[in-house]
């Protein structure tokens, strides 16, 4: 969590909720029990969010501060309580614990990470402080958690169990989800599609459908050992309806299938570079990987050259300011993002293989703005990671 994200909480209007709450003070000794509730119970939720108890501001939000607060637990002190804690199935919640300043105090923040291995439950009483009951459900209802005495009500239990096994998920959700459980795929060809069936369940295939766009070149596919590569649409189907398409591309001769990068553009005194880009929680950043999984190709050199050709950011936001540090190294003459006639000569020559010197890939200007992409993206790779933005 960011600081924007903790001061939105702190100057909500909606105050506490099933996805966070705020405490004057850290727990005492004597309230164990109620520590092990509040992480469990907003564990517990049926949503698909972290959950965060805010330590240091009380129930008017009012920021107090925690720094003389004797009881405060650091990250691994707490996960260590929540560890040794009578989980049934070997299972326990994860958390975190990060302090801010505020309005001139400290405030800690307790993460609660989301989990699709609810319903977190104990097989044992636990009696440091009121009972925790043995098998008991203790969940997060809007701003309020089970009472230490009781469970669950049926429905939030049900609605706990379709959370676990992804019965609640809309159906791109879900097809994200199983993309990662990539020893049920299976590869195919034959006569009526090439792609992927999910073989657990039929119904979900990922099916490859030829384009009419130009076969050419591109910054992601110049360094490989044949730049030419060959687009094709990705259709995620489910019972043969078309749920969502993306574009990919086979490189290097159809050794490896990768998504086609979107391309960002960074403007410096009316110049433009561009550069290709994968979000790491896209779905095409995880199609990638799916398919490295899935065809167990042995493209590891293949893949290096790819992912060194595009920009890998966090988010839009990281994104936003990785360019915005180029911009900024570009003006202070930092950066230099130029293609020598040497550099041209090498590419051209590299790419001989697979165009004729009349080709427009062969032409230049070019050349010339493949190496300026693979520049830019080199740098923008090689930020030291304090440069990313964080709050």
């Not at 490989?224 to 001769?253: C, G, M, P």
């Amino acid at each position: 969590m960011d600081k924007e994200h903790l001061l939105a909480m702190i100057h909500s209007p909606e105050h506490e909720n099933e996805y966070w709450d705020f405490k004057q003070q850290w727990y005492e000794k004597t309230q164990k029990s109620e520590l092990a509730r509040d992480v469990i119970s907003f564990a517990n939720t049926a949503h698909h969010q972290d959950c965060y108890l805010i330590i240091g501001v009380t129930d008017d939000q009012r920021v107090i501060g925690v720094e003389h607060d004797e009881n405060r637990k650091n990250k691994q002190q707490l996960q260590n309580f929540i560890r040794d804690l009578p989980f049934a199935q070997n299972t326990f919640p994860q958390t975190d614990v990060q302090t801010y300043h505020v309005e001139g105090h400290e405030v800690d923040a307790i993460t609660i990470f989301d989990s699709d291995q609810v319903p977190f439950f104990l097989a044992q009483p636990y009696r440091k402080g009121n009972t925790l009951g043995a098998g008991a459900i203790y969940c997060r209802n809007n701003d309020s958690n089970t009472p230490i005495n009781a469970t669950a009500t049926d429905h939030e239990a049900e609605l706990l169990w379709r959370k676990r096994f992804h019965e609640d998920m809309e159906i791109m959700d879900y097809f994200e989800y199983i993309l990662g459980d990539y020893t049920h795929w299976e590869y195919v060809e034959n006569n009526e599609y090439i792609g992927f069936l999910y073989k657990i369940n039929p119904d979900y295939q990922i099916i490859l459908k030829d384009t009419t766009t130009h076969n050419a070149m591109t910054a992601y596919s110049s360094k490989l050992d044949h730049a030419r590569l060959a687009k094709r649409t990705v259709q995620f189907r489910y019972r043969n309806i078309l749920i969502k398409e993306i574009t990919s591309a086979w490189l290097n001769d159809g050794k490896l299938l990768v998504p086609v990068p979107e391309i960002a553009t960074l403007t410096n005194f009316d110049v433009q570079y561009d550069c290709y880009y994968l979000l790491r929680h896209s779905l095409a950043y995880k199609f990638l990987y799916f398919v490295y999984d899935v065809m167990h190709t042995k493209a590891e050199n293949d893949i290096a050259a790819f992912l060194a050709s595009v920009v890998i950011a966090d988010d839009h936001h990281d994104l936003t300011h990785k360019l915005d540090t180029a911009k900024q190294a570009l003006k202070q003459g930092n950066l230099t993002l130029t293609a020598t006639s040497s550099e041209v000569a090498e590419l051209r020559s590299h790419m001989s293989m697979d165009f004729s010197n009349n080709d427009h890939e062969m032409q230049t200007p070019y050349l010339q703005a493949i190496i300026k992409q693979l520049k830019l993206a080199h740098y923008l790779n090689n930020l030291p990671q304090q440069l990313n933005f964080k709050y």
